[in-house]
């Protein structure tokens, strides 16, 4: 056990929808990362927050947001969902910065219909 | 740009086989970080060894043995008498700071380990 929780750890929708995952990092750590991984573009990284701020983003698309709260947990909102977006979308967390081993959830499945 | 190569898709050993596995990176950065992780059939992602630039040192763990030159920019990793429950994918990261850390995955090696 990572210590990292993701829900929900499946996701069923339709195109044009919009979900929202959840990631609780483990506890102590400030960094939360973002990726999605999918079969034909293997891990990619979306996005990086560090104590609530954003500190690097990868290959997010516009219609993907995120942020962190006070309490350290965040949010990945994907709206406008295409066929295109289902996909393993991972958590991570680290103590600190970048150049920490990060500590990944268990993801959330997104198939989009 | 920073990159990480792993070009083995997949690789298949019979159990007790040594094997070892690819991962050549690109980065202009003199400072970075280099990791593995793990993914078995189950999906979770677990760290195996970050490496830092300026440690060139091999490093062992029980039958884990990882190996860094920064003249060939490579950092292999080595399992000896592979087991079964090595079985994965496994993944090399670049983690460089240039201004703002970014965590670059290489497309993966499945490992099988047949019985």
């Known amino acids: 056990d990572s210590g990292v929780t993701q829900t929900p750890k499946h996701l069923i929708t339709a195109t044009g929808q919009r979900v929202t995952l959840r990631c609780s990092p483990r506890?102590?750590?400030?960094?939360v990362y973002w990726y999605q991984q999918s079969l034909d573009q293997g891990l990619q990284f979306l996005i990086h927050?560090?104590?609530?701020?954003?500190?690097a983003k990868g290959n997010i698309l516009e219609r993907f947001s995120a942020q962190q709260f006070p309490d350290l947990h965040s949010e990945l909102n994907l709206s406008s969902l295409e066929l295109g977006d289902s996909a393993l979308y991972f958590c991570?967390?680290?103590?600190?910065?970048?150049?920490?081993?990060?500590?990944f959830g268990d993801g959330t499945r997104l198939s989009i219909l | 740009a920073q990159k990480v190569t792993q070009a083995q898709t997949e690789i298949s050993v019979v159990e007790k086989e040594d094997v070892t596995l690819d991962c050549v990176y690109e980065?202009?950065?003199?400072?970075?970080?280099l990791f593995w992780y793990k993914q078995p059939p189950s999906g979770e992602l677990v760290f195996l060894i970050r490496?830092?630039?300026?440690?060139?040192q091999n490093e062992i763990s029980g039958r884990y043995s990882w190996n860094f030159q920064k003249s060939t920019s490579s950092f292999n990793f080595t399992i000896t008498a592979s087991q079964v429950v090595d079985s994965a994918v496994y993944f090399c990261?670049?983690?460089?700071?240039?201004?703002?850390?970014?965590?670059?995955f290489g497309t993966g090696t499945r490992l099988k380990v047949l019985a």
């Open positions: 927050y560090y104590n609530g701020e954003e500190r």
């Open positions: 506890s102590g750590d400030l960094s």
């Open positions: 990261a670049l983690s460089v700071p240039s201004g703002t850390y970014k965590y670059i």
């Open positions: 980065t202009r950065d003199t400072t970075y970080y």
């Open positions: 991570a967390s680290s103590a600190r910065g970048g150049n920490q081993p990060q500590h």
């Open positions: 490496r830092n630039s300026f440690d060139e």
